[in-house]
């Protein structure tokens, strides 16, 4: 059986669903994710929570 692995964010957003790209890059950026120019981050994984209200969660664990 594969052994479950549980990661704690290190970092965990609220942003509405309808920022901008620019806006959302800017306030991950602010957060301390290194983000890269095309909008991906430069290490780990960023998890994207789409909820059914009008914001999202971001979640980026410290690998």
């Given at each position: 059986m594969?052994?479950?692995v549980m990661l704690t964010a290190?970092?965990?957003l609220r942003l509405p669903s309808d920022i901008?790209?620019?806006?959302?890059?800017?306030?991950?950026r602010f957060a301390g994710i290194p983000?890269?120019?095309d909008g991906y981050a430069e290490?780990?994984?960023l998890f994207?929570?789409?909820?059914?209200s009008q914001h999202n969660?971001?979640?980026w664990p410290l690998e």
């Open positions: 594969a052994k479950l290190t970092v965990t901008e790209s620019a806006e959302e890059l800017a306030a991950l983000m890269d120019g290490s780990g994984y994207v929570r789409l909820t059914k969660i971001l979640s």
